[in-house]
């Protein structure tokens, strides 16, 4: 059978470009594996049928001939074990790969979602004042650290990987609200993991649907 991923129908404009089952779309490109895409509505989602796919009523879920699948980190490093283009053969090259999927959801996402929904989905609330800053710091720390992993190296592992992909798609929820500037190195990682064609066919993917999708 041919891979099948769900994505959104449509979603508001704020949320174009950054639905999680870009990471997937962008792990099938950089691997070669040809794929079909379920679009989905909230209906749909709601349903115990698709509810038996992902638990939690989200995008993405996933399948192929093997197995049924949801969690986008968890679908990436199935798709990477299928591909040398997403990570090295050998175990421990695997096992770093592991990691940094991991430490990009584990370790920076938390952070970088809690200033996300700061600015959006909380703007302009009194108590965001005070929080607002707790939350840049705490980011910061982050940031910094994996800064000063990263170095002058192109990627996190000297060569292109799954952790790369996964990273580069918490990274770029930042841009909007800047904290990538205040750490250059970053900013340049992110920028050469979007110019990477595989990334840009993913997008154009999800931004397809939802223009053929656009409410009257
Ligand atoms: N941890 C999940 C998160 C999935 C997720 O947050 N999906 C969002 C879209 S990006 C969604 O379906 N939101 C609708 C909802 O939660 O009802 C993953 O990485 O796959």
């Not at 986008?72 to 940094?100: C, F, M, N, Q």
């Not at 790369?164 to 841009?175: F, K, Q």
Request: aromatic share 10%; hydrophobic share 45%.
């Amino acid at each position: 059978m041919t891979i099948q991923l769900t994505a959104f129908r449509w979603v508001p404009p704020f949320a174009q470009g950054y639905v999680r089952d870009l990471r997937i779309r962008w792990a099938l490109e950089e691997a070669g594996l040809p794929y079909e895409v379920v679009l989905v509505d909230g209906e749909a989602l709601a349903s115990d049928r698709y509810r038996q796919w992902q638990p939690f009523g989200q995008v993405p879920a996933y399948r192929d001939e093997a197995v049924e699948m949801f969690e986008s980190g968890a679908v990436v490093l199935h798709i990477a074990a299928k591909s040398e283009a997403l990570s090295p053969r050998d175990a421990a090259g695997a096992a770093r790969v592991s990691t940094w999927v991991i430490a990009a959801l584990n370790s920076i996402e938390p952070q970088a979602q809690t200033l996300v929904q700061l600015d959006s989905f909380y703007a302009g609330q009194a108590w965001t004042t005070e929080r607002r800053p707790q939350a840049q710091a705490s980011l910061d720390l982050r940031l910094a650290s994996l800064s000063a992993w990263l170095g002058d190296k192109d990627y996190l592992e000297g060569r292109f990987t799954a952790g790369d992909l996964v990273m580069t798609t918490v990274l770029r929820e930042l841009v909007d609200c800047g904290a990538l500037l205040r750490f250059p190195n970053l900013e340049a990682y992110r920028v050469r993991c979007e110019a990477r064609p595989a990334f840009g066919r993913a997008m154009e993917g999800q931004m397809s649907a939802f223009r053929e999708n656009e409410p009257a």
